[in-house]
């Protein structure tokens, strides 16, 4: 996904919607984003993206297991 053509809104709800299950998955036994290393790894690479744009975020909290 090439998220230079994304639009800021866009962006923005997508990286915030990895966070929220980010968060919720601390919460329950079973794990969703939070586990998938190919999400984090994407994830961690949209705030270089929302930088340049100078879009404010909330940042992700990851687990450290």
């Not at 929220?20 to 079973?30: K, T, W």
């Not at 190919?38 to 690479?45: C, I, M, N, S």
Request: hydrophobic letters at 35%; proline letters at 6%; glycine letters at 6%.
């Amino acid at each position: 996904m090439n998220v230079s053509q994304m639009k800021d809104e866009r962006l923005l709800l997508f990286y915030d919607n990895v966070r929220q299950q980010v968060v919720l998955d601390g919460n329950s036994p079973y794990r969703f984003a939070g586990a998938g290393a190919g999400v984090r790894a994407y994830a961690e690479k949209l705030p270089e993206e929302m930088d340049k744009r100078h879009i404010r975020y909330i940042p992700i909290d990851w687990p450290n297991s």
